[in-house]
């Protein structure tokens, strides 16, 4: 079997395409990563010849779809943007999400009409959420489903304390202005005055404090998660609004094993005991100073929520969902046995 993975850039579905990779490597699953913007779809089809593509909606244009014409036997699976009930509530000039365009719309449907393909879309969202924000494609026989962010094992695992990375708060991270939105009211006064908390931020993109760092290797991130403290998880505007969505952070640093500290969204309860939410930015404040005077109770939540998704949101838990819906039962089940054994110990 071989899957091929489109891939369209370094944020966040992308490392989430990734994890994928990883794991279906792990499980002797011949998988590639295809660079859409830099090699075509052509090229890419006719090198691998896969009999699982998962790609985007949003990606999709004439070559890549005449390629899905000519493989009838290939599984299909989209990445899409919203179309269902719930964006009648969305204020699209205040909140950035990805909507499903109607030319998106129109060549899926046409696709489903004389491939039969894809077999599914996909969204980051809950199950719960995307009964709201997707169910829509069920009306041109598409079904949509949940495929929520994950921790790559292959990168996260055996994280290990570094003096060099010790702070209070460890952050990584963009900043941008709709971001900033949420960064500006809970993360930034905690860097004002310096010095009142040792913090450390590195992302791909300057912060305007004094506390970024730059750039941190990919392989120092999971060290950052366990020498920090408190890694925050501060979510997007819409995300806040809605509670619907349940962003890649999150996941990485409770696999490492660090201990955190997130804004209020609906969606990130699934966590439970391991994570602490903060309702206001002073609230954030507040279980921030409480928490760096606890650094047992930091230990006993970190190992809660690592516990979590350990045992239910890995690459493995993605990709067994993604054969499941693909209809390759056994091979699903084998994968999951197969990571509940190998994890126990991780």
């Keep these: 079997m071989k899957v091929m993975i489109s891939s369209d850039g370094g944020h966040a579905h992308f490392f989430q395409r990734s994890a994928w990779a990883n794991a279906f490597r792990a499980c002797n699953i011949e998988a590639h990563l295809w660079d859409c913007k830099s090699v075509t779809a052509f090229d890419a089809f006719d ?62 449907k046409k696709l489903k009409d004389e491939t039969g393909k894809p077999d599914f879309v996909h ?113 997007e505007p819409h995300a806040q609004e809605f509670g619907i969505d349940v962003n890649e952070r999150i996941f990485k640093i409770l696999y490492a094993g660090g201990f955190c500290i997130s804004d209020n969204v609906e969606s990130y309860n699934m966590f439970g005991d391991g994570l602490i939410m903060a309702d206001s930015p002073q609230d954030f404040q507040e279980k921030v100073d409480y928490y760096l005077k606890n650094e047992d109770e930091r230990k006993t939540i970190s190992s809660i929520g690592r516990k979590i998704v350990k045992e239910n949101h890995t690459g493995f838990h993605r990709i067994a969902s993604i054969l499941k819906e693909l209809g390759y039962i056994n091979l699903s089940n084998s994968i999951l046995k197969s990571a509940k054994e190998a994890l126990e110990n991780a």
């Excluded at 699976?77 to 950035?96: I, M, P």
């Excluded at 963009?174 to 004002?192: E, I, R, S």
């Design 47 to 108: 090198m691998i010849e896969p009999d699982i593509f998962l790609g985007q909606a949003y990606n999709l244009d004439d070559a890549t779809i005449k390629c899905i014409y000519e493989r009838p036997h290939l599984k299909v699976g989209l990445r899409a943007g919203d179309w269902g009930d719930y964006q009648k509530l969305v204020d699209r000039e205040k909140f950035n999400i990805l909507f499903c365009s109607n030319k998106e719309k129109e060549m899926l």
């Design 123 to 235: 969204i980051h969202y809950n199950e719960k959420a995307v009964k709201q924000t997707h169910n829509y494609f069920e009306s041109i026989g598409i079904k949509p489903i949940s495929l929520m962010m994950c921790a790559d094992t292959t990168i996260y695992s055996q994280a290990v304390f570094d003096e060099k990375l010790a702070c209070d708060i460890g952050f990584v991270g963009g900043y941008w202005p709709y971001k900033a939105q949420v960064m500006d009211k809970y993360l930034l006064p905690l860097l004002d005055p310096m010095g009142k908390y040792s913090c450390k931020i590195f992302g791909n993109q300057a912060w305007p404090v004094n506390q970024y760092c730059g750039l941190i290797e990919d392989q120092d991130v999971k060290n950052l998660f366990v020498s920090a403290k408190i890694c925050p998880n501060l979510s």
